[in-house]
T-cell receptor
Framework: SAVISQKPSRDICQRGTSLTIQCQVD?????MFWYRQQPGQSLTLIAT?????????ESGFVIDKFPISRPNLTFSTLTVSNMSPEDSSIYLC?????????????FGPGTRLTVT | AQKVTQAQTEISVVEKEDVTLDCVYE???????LFWYKQPPSGELVFLIR??????QNEISGRYSWNFQKSTSSFNFTITASQVVDSAVYFC??????????FGPGTRLSVLP
């Protein structure tokens, strides 16, 4: 399985600011995804990060709030913009598809974000 | 539409007891994949198993076993002789062919010494 790292592991931010989260994979993968996990909740898919093109966002998530970059097959960033306390969550990067061995997804360690 | 239900929000057992975590899914796809993930207190999601819709054979891995029944749309997970290290939130997930993952709400398992 792919080894995934995320930076930062956690952060405390003030409302109105932005935070960029990095996701690095140790091998080239086709699919990269960003999820949000609000406190005590399940995982919700934010978007699929597409290499070389705009990300595909799920209903309820927009590019202005969560801009995503994917410059190559091993790296992606998610920015949480103009943060409010409601953005306090764990943000997880995952990879799947060819290059990871099957249809399962493998997850990074997550970024714990607290917005004050 | 795809949906995953985990009716058990929280379960507490005493160490060495057996415990079964329930998962019921809904999909109109004939080809789909089912998964279980473990999320320990550290927060990282750990992949446990994948099952394809065309393979109903049950699987055992050490103390873990999975029972997949298409007739009841269930994919249950049993831990035998539970240990404190099994304490975590467990998520069942579904992926239809060509579709994104859908995660269940999770079951928090507490194994008491």
């Amino acid at each position: 399985s792919a080894v995934i790292s995320q930076k930062p592991s956690r952060d405390i931010c003030q409302r109105g600011t932005s935070l960029t989260i990095q996701c690095q994979v140790d091998s080239q993968v086709t699919m990269m995804f960003w999820y949000r996990q609000q406190p005590g909740q399940s995982l919700t898919l934010i978007a699929t990060a597409n290499q070389g093109s705009e990300a595909t966002y799920e209903s309820g998530f927009v590019i202005d709030k969560f801009p995503i970059s994917r410059p190559n097959l091993t790296f992606s960033t998610l920015t949480v913009s103009n943060m409010s306390p409601e953005d306090s969550s764990i943000y997880l990067c995952s990879v799947g598809g060819p290059g990871t061995g099957g249809y399962e997804q493998y997850f990074g360690p997550g970024t714990r974000l607290t917005v004050t | 539409a795809q949906k995953v239900t985990q009716a058990q929000t929280e379960i507490s057992v005493v160490e060495k007891e057996d415990v079964t975590l329930d998962c019921v899914y809904e999909t109109r796809d004939t080809t789909y994949y089912l998964f279980w993930y473990k999320q320990p207190p550290s927060g990282e999601l750990v992949f446990l198993i994948r099952r394809n819709s065309f393979d109903e054979q049950n699987e055992i891995s050490g103390r873990y076993s999975w029972n997949f029944q298409k007739s009841t749309s269930s994919f249950n997970f049993t831990i035998t002789a539970s240990q404190v290290v099994d304490s975590a939130v467990y998520f069942c997930a579904l992926k239809g062919y060509g579709q994104n993952f859908v995660f269940g709400p999770g079951t928090r398992l507490s194994v008491l010494p």
